[in-house]
Nanobody
Framework: QVQLVESGGGLVQAGGSLRLSCAGS????????MGWFRQAPGKEREFVAA????????GYADSVKGRFTISRGVAKSTVYLQMNSLKPEDTAVYYC??????????????????WGQGTQVTVSS
């Protein structure tokens, strides 16, 4: 079992950037397919980005494509979400998630077994 710890959230003005990090506590993330999801108040959790365990395959929601980049660290034990050109509609709690036993996790949040506690991202207009 792996515990996920996110960091890097905060308050930023529209057009600004933030980088979120997700690390595994007690276990490396190198063998897990990983994803980032977000949930705004009153809305369902939605897919943001995903990356394969090798780091070779990535996918993005249409709403963030071209602005956000998901990546793995050198040892693949940390997963990042670089967020540029942030918009007020990006405001949400962001969660990282891990899916064992598969190369690429995809968009369906119900397929992910492990979740972090979430980190708040607030974009002011």
């Amino acid at each position: 079992q792996v515990q996920l710890v996110e960091s890097g959230g905060g308050l930023v003005q529209a057009g600004g950037s933030l980088r979120l990090s997700c690390a595994g506590s007690g276990r490396t993330l190198s063998s897990y397919a990983m994803g980032w999801f977000r949930q705004a108040p009153g809305k369902e959790r939605e897919f943001v980005a995903a990356i394969s365990w090798s780091g070779s395959s990535t996918g993005y929601a249409d709403s963030v494509k071209g602005r956000f980049t998901i990546s793995r660290g050198v040892a693949k034990s940390t997963v990042y979400l670089q967020m540029n050109s942030l918009k007020p509609e990006d405001t949400a709690v962001y969660y990282c998630a891990a899916r064992p036993g598969t190369y690429y996790g995809g968009k369906d949040y119900s397929k992910y077994d492990y979740w972090g506690q979430g980190t708040q991202v607030t974009v002011s207009s």
